[in-house]
Structure formats: C-alpha cells, structure tokens
C-alpha cells in the first residue's frame, strides 16, 4: 500500500480494501487490535492516507442515497466514526463533501432513525471542524437546519415524535458552539421555535427533549453573548 502511493501510482482493489479493514480495525472493541491497527495507519505516507480516505468518503456519500434506511443510517454512522478518528485532518479535507450530504440526509423525510444518525454524524463533525471552515457554509446549513427544525416540530405537535427532533437541537447547539459570535444573525431565527418546543414538551416522556432543548438555548446565549 505504501509503496503504491510514493510511487504515484493509483490504488489497487485489494489495497483499497485493506485500508477499508484497517478503519474497522482501528474501532474494534479489541485494545491490541486497535494499536496494531493505529502503528500500521501511522506508517502510511500521507498521500496515500487522503487518496483512501476520499475514496471512503466518496462510498460513505453512495450509502447515503441506498434505498434502505439501515444503510443510509450505517453511512451516517460510519462517517462520524471516521470524523472523530481522523480528526482535525478529515475535517479539513472533506468538510464541503461531508457538510452537504448529512444535510440533504436529514432533510429525507422518509425515516426518523436515518435522519437522527445524519444529526449525530454532524454533530461529531463540528466538534472538529475549524470556526473558519464552518463559517464558509453556516449560511446554508442554518437554513437547512431552521427548515428541518420548523418540520419536525410540526411532527412533534401532530404525532408526538421526537426522535430526530432531540438530535436537532442538539446539532443547533454545536453550530452555535463552533462559530461563537457569528452565530448572533440567526438567533432570532431559531429562538421562537425553540421556545415552543418547551412549552410543548412537558409530558413525561418528552424529558430529554425538552433537557436537550434548553441547554440549546443556553449554548446559543453563551455564543452570542450580550449582543441578544
């Protein structure tokens, strides 16, 4: 495998699934195969690391758009492992590729489950990703996550759901978290929504929603600061 990208020349298929096995290897509940796995990633030239990678991602980015929700839902999950094993670095490389699919997967309206774990995916990648990366597409992620938001709350009134609704505020929160200041433009966007979510949820089983929602609210105060 190292051998192959020093020398500038393309992957082969048994190489790119060694380098598939050796990602799965490095989440493997096994300590000594994860450090095995860690030393032999370690040894990989840097070229070759990121041609893999985007070839992982580009799989990711397929699995997104399969017809069946437990392998949407796989992708989502496979992609926020490898964004918090390879971060700040996968973050930096793949943050355009990566921003843009999770959000048209939570935009799915198809399956709540699927659309919980393209949430928790991105919230794993923010927590990573550089104020000055994220900047470059909160414009269009607001708007995707106020859509969504206005959404699933009406699901929330109409149904009772919840599931994607928690892991949505959630990710608000990681936004507001990440890019502090230029948060302030779209407080007023998303606070009467908020709001409503806890006056809607005071029933039992609606605990953690409105938990997760608050402390929403509270990142989003610390972020703007005095300036709301």
């Known amino acids: 495998m190292a051998a192959t990208a020093s ?4 992957a082969t298929v048994s190489e790119k699934q060694e380098f598939y096995q050796l990602l799965k290897n490095l989440i493997n509940p096994s300590c000594m195969v994860r450090r095995q796995a860690e030393e032999i990633y370690e040894n990989i030239p840097g070229l070759c690391k ?17 017809p069946h929700p437990r392998v949407r839902a796989a992708a989502c999950t496979t992609l926020g492992q490898m964004a918090t094993d390879f971060a700040p ?17 939570m935009e799915n309206q198809g399956n709540q489950r699927v659309q919980s774990h ?26 995707n996550l106020h859509s969504i938001l206005v959404i699933k709350l009406q699901e929330l009134i109409r149904n009772g759901t919840k599931l994607a609704l928690e892991q ?17 433009p779209y407080y007023d966007i998303f606070m009467p ?10 029933q039992k089983e609606l605990k953690l929603l409105r938990g997760k929602t608050i402390e929403c609210i509270s990142h989003i105060g610390l972020a703007v600061g005095k300036e709301k």
């Open 7 to 10: 020398a500038g020349v393309p």
């Open 50 to 66: 990121t041609t893999f990678l985007l070839d992982a991602v580009r799989n990711r980015r397929a699995g997104y758009e399969d």
């Open 89 to 105: 670095n996968f973050q930096k490389k793949f943050h355009e590729t990566v921003i843009a699919a999770l959000l048209r997967t």
């Open 118 to 143: 393209a949430a928790s995916a991105l919230i794993i990648f923010i927590e990573d990703c550089p104020k000055s990366l994220l900047v470059l597409y909160v414009d269009s992620m607001v708007k």
């Open 168 to 184: 949505l505020v959630t990710t608000i929160a990681s936004v507001a978290d990440t890019i502090e200041e230029k948060f302030v």
């Open 193 to 202: 929504s908020l709001k409503h979510i806890i006056e809607l949820a005071v």
